[in-house]
């Protein structure tokens, strides 16, 4: 692991992935980050085996998810400046409303009685494995 990943992991994933809550204090509702373990620049970086798993687990990624959630949708943005390729996965609630873009969702409040992410990133963990 690295100083990234290091205390922030919820669980380890098989294929070389992990998956935590969002720990930015800025963030309001319960998105959730799936990293690689290694370190890569882009995308376009990542071995085999990671691209297998995530290509093989992405959409059961999005029912669980959503399901945990309580979301209608679930956006999957792929963000990497933090030296792991990983993607911010970010609940879209029925009564969101529809002009405010994926990015900005983060900085919405969640509906009351939504999960923190941890809680959420745990439930989908013991879903996954």
């Not at 100083?3 to 720990?23: E, K, Y």
């Not at 609630?93 to 919405?108: C, G, I, N």
Request: charged share 20%; net charge neutral; aromatic share 4%.
């Amino acid at each position: 692991m690295c100083r990234i990943l290091d205390g922030l992991t919820v669980g380890t994933l098989p294929g070389g992935w992990v998956l935590n809550g969002n720990i930015d204090p800025a963030i309001r509702r319960p998105a959730l980050v799936l990293s690689t373990v290694d370190h890569y620049g882009h995308l376009a970086e990542i071995g085999g085996t990671e691209a297998e798993w995530l290509g093989r687990h992405l959409r059961r990624i999005d029912g669980i998810a959503r399901k945990v959630l309580g979301a209608q949708r679930l956006h999957v943005q792929l963000l990497n400046e933090a030296g792991h390729v990983h993607f911010h996965l970010v609940p879209r609630y029925p009564d969101d409303d529809r002009s405010v873009f994926a990015l900005a969702l983060l900085r919405v409040d969640a509906p009351a009685g939504a999960p923190d992410s941890a809680s959420a990133a745990r439930s989908v963990l013991a879903e996954l494995t």
